[in-house]
């Protein structure tokens, strides 16, 4: 089946740095990637949809300036957290959409911010 | 509004028995619905998916059901494993943006020796 891997699997960083994440679909082309946030025990919270080639369309509540994502190449689109602080620490998966409307996820990315 | 429940939500059974997990949506219109399974720290991975005009699917020891009609869904484990024990989320689709999943809150299984 298709695959997207997600890197890294696990960060660490100080408060006020920046984390960039990677999302690629090795095997196929994805135009259109998604970006989810999920807490401890809950369901997945979608941040944005990334579009290849265009700007990302963010989630009600999702700041823009703090969760950048580029989506340079239909197999490639990433998210930085920017200046980030404790509570940005969580865990982040990428999905992306195969043509058959299937979704595959990455492996997640846990971020802890100390 | 678009939602999705799962129930209940969190199960423990015994390896070896059988348990079924179920999913009601108000999603519409409808396209389609799957079920995935999310092991912890990791990212969901596809079990079954259904379209409005699917009743059942099976994927080994899982089978899924659909009832378009009264929007439910149910996943059946067969002879359940250790291994099972995860998330089992169920996520819909609506017609109008199928790549916009409304993922219900998940049942959170765990299969004891």
């Known amino acids: 089946g298709a695959v997207v891997s997600q890197h890294p699997s696990r960060v660490i960083c100080k408060s006020g740095t920046s984390v960039k994440i990677e999302c690629r679909s090795l095997d196929f082309q994805a135009t259109t990637m998604f970006w989810y946030r999920q807490f401890p025990k809950q369901s997945l919270m979608l941040m944005a949809t990334?579009?290849?080639?265009?700007?990302?369309?963010?989630e009600q509540g999702v700041e823009k300036d703090k969760f950048l994502i580029n989506h340079a190449s239909l197999t490639l689109s990433t998210l930085t957290v920017t200046s980030a602080h404790p509570e940005d620490s969580s865990f982040y998966i990428c999905?992306?959409?195969?043509?058959?409307?299937?979704?595959?996820f990455g492996q997640g990315t846990r971020l802890t911010v100390v | 509004k678009n939602q999705v429940e799962q129930s209940p939500q969190s199960l423990i059974i015994l390896e070896g028995k059988n348990c079924t997990l179920q999913?009601?949506?108000?999603?519409?219109?409808?396209?389609?619905l799957r079920w995935y399974k999310q092991d912890t720290g990791r990212g969901p991975v596809s079990l079954t998916i259904?379209?409005?005009?699917?009743n059942t699917k099976s994927n080994g020891r899982y089978t899924a059901t659909l009832d378009a009609d009264t929007k439910q869904s149910s996943l059946h484990i067969t002879a359940s494993q250790l291994s099972d024990s995860a998330s089992y989320i169920c996520?819909?689709?609506?017609?109008?943006?199928?790549?916009?999943?409304?993922f219900g809150t998940g049942t959170r299984l765990q299969v004891f020796p």
């Open positions: 999913c009601n949506y108000t999603v519409s219109p409808f396209s389609n």
């Open positions: 259904m379209t409005f005009s699917e």
């Open positions: 999905s992306a959409v195969g043509l058959n409307t299937e979704a595959f």
């Open positions: 990334s579009n290849e080639g265009s700007k990302a369309t963010y």
């Open positions: 996520v819909v689709s609506a017609s109008y943006n199928t790549d916009k999943l409304i």
